[in-house]
């Protein structure tokens, strides 16, 4: 089993900072894909971004140039860097993870979410 455990979340400002952590533990191989998807009051899950294990990223275009995505192998932990937060970034961050359990069996695996509460 593999547990993602997120934290980083709070209250700012609008035009603050705030970096999202996502650690997995378990029984990993290895992380294929981890991404940051984000969900407000009455909207839908959206994928924020996205790093794969080769360390291509991709970005919604509401957060190029502001978030910044990344990961350290060696800690199973993903980042999410979040510059210029603006009041519509507020909703609960979520991880997920596209884990490798051995070299030919993978799972997705989702934390808990964070809320991120950007103030105008």
């Not at 700012?12 to 900072?17: D, I, L, P, T």
């Not at 959206?46 to 995505?69: M, P, Q």
């Not at 596209?98 to 809320?115: A, C, F, H, I, R």
Request: charged share 20%.
């Amino acid at each position: 089993q593999v547990q993602l455990v997120e934290s980083g979340g709070g209250l700012v400002q609008a035009g603050g900072s705030l970096r999202l952590s996502c650690t997995a533990s378990g029984s990993i191989f290895r992380i294929h894909r981890m991404g940051w998807y984000r969900q407000a009051p009455g909207k839908q899950r959206e994928l924020v971004a996205a790093v794969y294990s080769g360390g291509d990223t991709n970005y919604a275009d509401s957060v190029k140039g502001r978030f910044t995505i990344s990961r350290d192998n060696a800690e199973n932990t993903g980042y999410l860097q979040m510059n210029s937060l603006k009041p519509e970034d507020t909703a609960v961050y979520y991880c997920k993870a596209n884990v490798g359990l051995t070299l030919l069996k993978s799972s997705e695996y989702w934390g808990q979410g964070t809320q991120v509460t950007v103030s105008s």
